[in-house]
C-alpha cells in the first residue's frame, strides 16, 4: 500500500515540473516572436491596416499570414496588398497600380522597391491615382482612367515635376519609357520628353517647353544606372532575364551586376551598358573590364544588322573596338587600323560582311580575315592592301589612329602608287614659272643668234634619231657646236613644224598628236613609244570598278584604263618639250601659228592632262588621242567635238586652290586623278574623298576619261 502512494506521489511531482517547464519556457519564448522582424511587420501592417478603416478600407478584409517579399513583407488583403521594410514602414496599393506594379515583378523582381506612400489621389483628376516607390531613380505609378498607369521615373520623373507634374502643360503619362541607343522618352497627355544620357540634354514636344529645363541636373547612381541599362534590354523578359545577387566591384572604379542570361558593367566615364551569352563569353575571355585592353562596354549589345543572328558591342578603348558576333562564325574583336578600314567600307553591311577571325600580326602587317574578303595594313608605311585588291582604292586617304602621316592605299600589281600630297602644288607652280621663264630665254636666244647668222659646226645629223623625232635631215649636214643646244631644224623663224607635218595635223581631227615614226617604224635599238607605259597615275579598269561592285561603264569610257595613257615627247635635252610652254594669253614673237596651236588645243583630256590644263600649260596627251597616220585609231578614243564646251566661257576643271572638300560654285564633281575616278555630290564616298580636281560636270568628267566612282 505504501509503495502504492509512492509511486502515485513520484507521477505527480513529474506532472509538476513539466507543467512548471512549459510554463517557464512559454514566458521566456513569448518575448522573441514579438520581436521578430516578421512579428514587427505584421504588427505595423495591422495597424496601417486598422488606421485606413479596417474591413471597410480598400483593402478589404486580410487574406493569409505575413510572409517573405525580397528585402521586406507583405500581407493580402481581399482589394490588395500591404508591404513592409524597416526603412518604408508599412505602405499598401491597391487596384490598376497594384496590378502593374506586380506586372513589373513587384518587390522582388522588378527595380522598383517597395512603396513609400500610401497609394493617394493624383493631381490629373479625381480619378487619377498615384504611388511612389522606394529605387534611388524616385519612380512613381500614376494611373488614369483614360490612359492606364505608367511608371515615370529617374530623368523624366525629374523633367516632369519641374514642368508641373501631372498638373502641369504635360499632363498624366501616356505610356512608359522607351530606349534609342542614348536617348530616352516617354509619352505624356500634353506632349513629350526625350533625354540624352550622354550629353545630359532634354528634348520636347512642344519644343519650347526644352527651355525651362535647361541646367536640370539629373542625379543616377550606379544602381539607377545599371537598372536602366538592364530596362533597356528588355528587364526581366529580355535577353538578360532576372538579376542575379547583388552588385560588385570591378575594374577599378566600375561596378557589375549578374543576371540570368549577361551582365550589366557601369563605370563614370561609360556609364552602364549589358553585354549578353556570346559577346559576354568572348570579352571575358580575353580578361573582362578588369584584365583585357578593350576597356568597359560604352553601349548596350544590338542588333548587328546583317540579320536576327548578328550582335555587336562597342567598347571604351583609344582604337575603337568592337566585338561582333554571328552564329555562322563567332565572336571576334574588330579594331584600330582594320575597323577604321572596316567602317571606310561600310561595316558588317558592305563588301567585307563580318569578321571570321581575330586580327593577325606578322612582323609590320596587321590583317584581319571577314567573309568577304581580307584587309592588310602596314604599320611603319601606314598603307592598306586588300582582298579583292579591287578595293583597297576606296581606302586611300584613310587616318589611322596614332599615325600622323595620311594613309595610302596599296593598288593592284599593274598599278602605280599615286597620292596627292598638298604641298605639291606649290611646287608644282614654282617648276611651271621656271620652265615658262627658261622657254622664254630659249627662244630669245635662239631668235638673236639666227638673226646674227653665228651658226657654227653642228655634230653629225642622226637620220634615224632625227626621223623618229618627226625632224627632216637639214640641207646641210653640219650644224655648229655652240648653237647645237638652241637649234630645232632648218625651218623658217617663226615656223616650228615642217610643212608635210602641218599637212598632216590638218588632215587629222583637231586636237590629236600623233608618234611621228619612220618609214619602217621604230628605229632598231631605239624603244617603241607605244610599247613604254609611261602612265605615272594608277587607273581603275573598267573590269577592277566591276569586280569592287560598282555599276558597268559606257563602252566609249572602258577603253580608258591602264594602256590609256602615256606622256607625250620630251625633248632628249631638257627633259620637256620646251617649244609648247607658253606664256598664257600672250602669243609668242614670231610665232604666228601659236595662236592657231591654242586653238586646236581638244577639250578632252585624261586625267593626267587635267593636271596640266589647269595649272596653265598644255596638256601631256599621250595615248588619250589617235596614232600616227599608218597605225589604227585608239577604240573608243574621243573625238574632240564630244567634249563638254566651257560654261560661260570659264574653264570646265578647276584646282582645289581652297578648301579641297568645299566645292567652287559651278564646278560640284570631284574627279581623282589618282585613281581616275569622279564623284557626284550623290556618291557615298564624296565627302570622304580630297577632291585633285573640281569639274563642271558629268560630261566633262568622262569626257576627260574620268570613270564615275559608283
Same mark, same amino acid.
Request: charged content about 20%.
Given at each position: 500500500?505504501?509503495?502504492?502512494?509512492?509511486?502515485?506521489?513520484?507521477?505527480?511531482?513529474?506532472?509538476?515540473? /513539466?507543467?512548471?517547464?512549459?510554463?517557464?519556457? +512559454?514566458?521566456?519564448?513569448?518575448?522573441?516572436?514579438?520581436?521578430?522582424? &516578421?512579428?514587427?511587420?505584421?504588427?505595423?501592417?495591422?495597424?496601417?491596416?486598422?488606421?485606413?478603416?479596417?474591413?471597410?478600407?480598400?483593402? %478589404?478584409?486580410?487574406?493569409?499570414?505575413?510572409?517573405?517579399?525580397?528585402?521586406?513583407?507583405?500581407?493580402?488583403?481581399?482589394?490588395?496588398?500591404?508591404?513592409?521594410?524597416?526603412?518604408?514602414?508599412?505602405?499598401?496599393?491597391?487596384?490598376? &497600380?497594384?496590378?502593374?506594379? !506586380?506586372?513589373?515583378?513587384?518587390?522582388?523582381?522588378?527595380? =522598383?522597391?517597395?512603396?513609400?506612400?500610401?497609394?493617394?489621389?493624383?493631381?490629373?483628376?479625381?480619378?487619377?491615382?498615384?504611388?511612389?516607390?522606394?529605387?534611388?531613380?524616385?519612380?512613381?505609378?500614376?494611373?488614369?482612367?483614360?490612359?492606364?498607369?505608367?511608371?515615370?521615373?529617374?530623368?523624366?520623373?525629374?523633367?516632369?515635376?519641374?514642368?508641373?507634374?501631372?498638373? %502641369?502643360?504635360?499632363?498624366?503619362?501616356? %505610356?512608359?519609357?522607351?530606349?534609342? $541607343?542614348?536617348?530616352? @522618352?516617354?509619352?505624356?497627355?500634353?506632349?513629350?520628353?526625350?533625354?540624352?544620357?550622354?550629353?545630359?540634354?532634354?528634348?520636347?514636344?512642344?519644343?519650347?517647353?526644352?527651355?525651362?529645363?535647361?541646367?536640370?541636373?539629373?542625379?543616377?547612381?550606379?544602381?539607377?544606372?545599371?537598372?536602366?541599362?538592364?530596362?533597356?534590354?528588355?528587364?526581366?523578359?529580355?535577353?538578360? %532575364?532576372?538579376?542575379? /545577387?547583388?552588385?560588385?566591384?570591378?575594374?577599378?572604379?566600375?561596378? +557589375?551586376?549578374?543576371?540570368?542570361?549577361?551582365?550589366?558593367?557601369?563605370?563614370?566615364?561609360?556609364?552602364?551598358?549589358?553585354?549578353?551569352?556570346?559577346?559576354?563569353?568572348?570579352? !571575358?575571355?580575353?580578361? /573582362?573590364?578588369?584584365?583585357?585592353?578593350? $576597356?568597359?562596354?560604352?553601349?548596350?549589345?544590338?542588333?548587328?544588322?546583317?540579320?536576327?543572328?548578328?550582335?555587336?558591342?562597342?567598347?571604351?578603348?583609344?582604337?575603337?573596338?568592337?566585338?561582333? *558576333?554571328?552564329?555562322?562564325? $563567332?565572336?571576334?574583336?574588330?579594331?584600330?587600323?582594320?575597323?577604321?578600314?572596316?567602317?571606310?567600307? #561600310?561595316?558588317?553591311?558592305?563588301?567585307?560582311?563580318?569578321?571570321?577571325?581575330?586580327?593577325?600580326?606578322?612582323?609590320?602587317?596587321?590583317?584581319?580575315?571577314?567573309?568577304?574578303?581580307? &584587309?592588310?595594313?602596314?604599320?611603319?608605311?601606314?598603307?592598306?592592301?586588300?582582298?579583292?585588291?579591287?578595293?583597297?582604292?576606296?581606302?586611300?586617304?584613310?587616318?589611322?589612329?596614332?599615325?600622323?602621316?595620311?594613309?595610302?592605299?596599296?593598288?593592284?600589281?599593274?598599278?602605280?602608287?599615286?597620292?596627292?600630297?598638298?604641298?605639291?602644288?606649290?611646287?608644282?607652280?614654282?617648276?611651271?614659272?621656271?620652265?615658262?621663264?627658261?622657254?622664254?630665254?630659249?627662244?630669245?636666244?635662239?631668235?638673236?643668234?639666227?638673226?646674227? $647668222?653665228?651658226?657654227?659646226?653642228?655634230?653629225?645629223?642622226?637620220?634615224?634619231?632625227?626621223?623618229?623625232?618627226?625632224?627632216?635631215?637639214?640641207?646641210?649636214?653640219? *650644224?655648229?657646236?655652240?648653237?647645237?643646244?638652241?637649234?630645232?631644224?632648218?625651218?623658217?623663224?617663226?615656223?616650228?613644224?615642217?610643212?608635210?607635218?602641218?599637212?598632216?595635223?590638218?588632215?587629222?581631227?583637231?586636237?590629236?598628236?600623233?608618234?611621228?615614226?619612220?618609214?619602217?617604224?621604230?628605229?632598231?635599238?631605239?624603244?617603241?613609244?607605244?610599247?613604254?607605259?609611261?602612265?605615272?597615275?594608277?587607273?581603275?579598269?573598267?573590269?577592277?570598278? @566591276?569586280?569592287?561592285?560598282?555599276?558597268?561603264?559606257?563602252?566609249?569610257?572602258?577603253?580608258?584604263?591602264?594602256?590609256?595613257?602615256?606622256?607625250? =615627247?620630251?625633248?632628249?635635252?631638257?627633259?620637256?618639250?620646251?617649244?609648247?610652254?607658253?606664256?598664257?594669253?600672250?602669243?609668242?614673237?614670231?610665232?604666228?601659228?601659236?595662236?592657231?596651236?591654242?586653238?586646236?588645243?581638244?577639250?578632252?583630256?585624261?586625267?593626267?592632262?587635267?593636271? +596640266?590644263?589647269?595649272?596653265?600649260?598644255?596638256?601631256?596627251?599621250?595615248?588619250?588621242?589617235?596614232?600616227?597616220?599608218?597605225?589604227?585609231?585608239?577604240?573608243?578614243?574621243?573625238?574632240?567635238?564630244?567634249?563638254?564646251?566651257?560654261?560661260?566661257?570659264?574653264?570646265?576643271? #578647276?584646282?582645289?586652290?581652297?578648301?579641297?572638300?568645299?566645292?567652287?560654285?559651278?564646278?560640284?564633281?570631284?574627279?581623282?586623278?589618282?585613281?581616275?575616278?569622279?564623284?557626284?555630290?550623290?556618291?557615298?564616298?564624296?565627302?570622304?574623298? =580630297?577632291?585633285?580636281? *573640281?569639274?563642271?560636270?558629268?560630261?566633262?568628267?568622262?569626257?576627260?576619261?574620268?570613270?564615275?566612282?559608283?
Amino acid at each position: 500500500m505504501n509503495g502504492q502512494r509512492g509511486r502515485m506521489r513520484k507521477l505527480v511531482g513529474r506532472a509538476l515540473v /513539466g507543467m512548471a517547464v512549459t510554463v517557464l519556457a +512559454a514566458a521566456l519564448l513569448a518575448p522573441s516572436v514579438s520581436a521578430s522582424p &516578421i512579428g514587427d511587420a505584421e504588427a505595423a501592417m495591422m495597424a496601417a491596416w486598422e488606421k485606413a478603416g479596417g474591413d471597410t478600407s480598400p483593402l %478589404g478584409a486580410r487574406k493569409g499570414d505575413v510572409y517573405p517579399a525580397g528585402d521586406g513583407f507583405a500581407l493580402d488583403f481581399d482589394g490588395g496588398k500591404m508591404f513592409y521594410t524597416t526603412e518604408t514602414g508599412a505602405r499598401f496599393v491597391y487596384g490598376p &497600380i497594384l496590378d502593374k506594379y !506586380e506586372a513589373l515583378g513587384g518587390p522582388v523582381g522588378s527595380d =522598383l522597391g517597395f512603396p513609400t506612400i500610401n497609394e493617394v489621389p493624383g493631381l490629373a483628376g479625381p480619378d487619377s491615382r498615384v504611388a511612389t516607390f522606394s529605387a534611388s531613380d524616385k519612380p512613381v505609378i500614376f494611373w488614369t482612367p483614360d490612359h492606364g498607369a505608367f511608371v515615370v521615373r529617374g530623368a523624366m520623373n525629374a523633367a516632369w515635376d519641374k514642368l508641373g507634374s501631372s498638373g %502641369g502643360v504635360l499632363g498624366a503619362p501616356a %505610356g512608359d519609357e522607351t530606349y534609342n $541607343g542614348e536617348v530616352t @522618352s516617354q509619352k505624356f497627355s500634353g506632349g513629350e520628353i526625350s533625354w540624352n544620357r550622354k550629353t545630359k540634354e532634354f528634348a520636347t514636344n512642344p519644343a519650347p517647353l526644352a527651355d525651362q529645363l535647361k541646367g536640370l541636373q539629373v542625379a543616377i547612381d550606379p544602381a539607377a544606372a545599371i537598372n536602366m541599362a538592364w530596362r533597356a534590354a528588355g528587364g526581366a523578359t529580355g535577353p538578360l %532575364g532576372a538579376k542575379q /545577387g547583388a552588385t560588385y566591384p570591378i575594374g577599378g572604379d566600375g561596378i +557589375a551586376q549578374n543576371f540570368a542570361g549577361g551582365k550589366v558593367f557601369f563605370s563614370p566615364a561609360t556609364g552602364a551598358n549589358a553585354l549578353e551569352s556570346d559577346i559576354l563569353a568572348k570579352y !571575358e575571355s580575353l580578361g /573582362g573590364a578588369a584584365g583585357s585592353d578593350l $576597356g568597359f562596354p560604352t553601349a548596350n549589345e544590338s542588333d548587328g544588322g546583317i540579320g536576327p543572328s548578328s550582335r555587336i558591342a562597342t567598347f571604351a578603348a583609344a582604337d575603337k573596338p568592337v566585338i561582333f *558576333w554571328t552564329a555562322e562564325h $563567332g565572336a571576334f574583336v574588330v579594331r584600330g587600323a582594320m575597323k577604321a578600314a572596316w567602317d571606310k567600307l #561600310r561595316g558588317p553591311g558592305g563588301k567585307l560582311g563580318a569578321p571570321v577571325g581575330d586580327q593577325a600580326v606578322d612582323g609590320d602587317v596587321v590583317s584581319q580575315q571577314f567573309t568577304g574578303g581580307k &584587309i592588310s595594313w602596314n604599320r611603319a608605311k601606314n598603307s592598306f592592301a586588300t582582298e579583292p585588291s579591287n578595293l583597297a582604292p576606296l581606302l586611300s586617304g584613310l587616318q589611322v589612329s596614332g599615325q600622323n602621316q595620311p594613309s595610302t592605299a596599296a593598288m593592284p600589281s599593274h598599278g602605280k602608287k599615286f597620292s596627292w600630297q598638298r604641298w605639291w602644288l606649290p611646287a608644282a607652280i614654282a617648276v611651271l614659272v621656271l620652265v615658262l621663264l627658261s622657254a622664254l630665254l630659249t627662244f630669245g636666244l635662239r631668235r638673236r643668234r639666227a638673226r646674227r $647668222g653665228d651658226i657654227a659646226a653642228a655634230p653629225a645629223y642622226q637620220p634615224e634619231r632625227d626621223a623618229l623625232a618627226g625632224y627632216e635631215a637639214p640641207a646641210d649636214a653640219h *650644224w655648229g657646236h655652240d648653237d647645237a643646244e638652241f637649234t630645232t631644224d632648218h625651218f623658217a623663224a617663226g615656223d616650228v613644224h615642217p610643212a608635210e607635218e602641218q599637212a598632216a595635223a590638218e588632215a587629222e581631227p583637231a586636237g590629236r598628236v600623233s608618234w611621228s615614226r619612220g618609214p619602217e617604224g621604230p628605229v632598231a635599238g631605239e624603244e617603241d613609244p607605244d610599247a613604254v607605259d609611261t602612265d605615272s597615275i594608277p587607273v581603275v579598269s573598267a573590269a577592277a570598278l @566591276s569586280d569592287a561592285g560598282y555599276p558597268e561603264i559606257a563602252d566609249e569610257d572602258a577603253t580608258y584604263g591602264d594602256a590609256a595613257y602615256e606622256d607625250a =615627247l620630251y625633248d632628249d635635252d631638257t627633259g620637256y618639250e620646251q617649244a609648247r610652254y607658253e606664256e598664257p594669253g600672250y602669243e609668242q614673237a614670231g610665232h604666228p601659228d601659236a595662236a592657231e596651236a591654242d586653238a586646236e588645243l581638244p577639250e578632252t583630256v585624261g586625267p593626267e592632262a587635267a593636271e +596640266a590644263l589647269a595649272l596653265g600649260g598644255e596638256s601631256r596627251i599621250g595615248r588619250h588621242h589617235a596614232a600616227a597616220d599608218d597605225e589604227e585609231e585608239l577604240p573608243g578614243a574621243p573625238e574632240a567635238a564630244d567634249a563638254a564646251p566651257a560654261v560661260g566661257g570659264r574653264p570646265t576643271i #578647276r584646282l582645289p586652290l581652297d578648301d579641297p572638300y568645299q566645292a567652287p560654285d559651278g564646278y560640284p564633281i570631284k574627279a581623282s586623278a589618282s585613281f581616275g575616278l569622279y564623284y557626284t555630290p550623290e556618291s557615298p564616298l564624296y565627302h570622304d574623298t =580630297l577632291a585633285e580636281f *573640281w569639274l563642271s560636270s558629268e560630261e566633262v568628267a568622262q569626257a576627260n576619261g574620268f570613270v564615275k566612282a559608283d
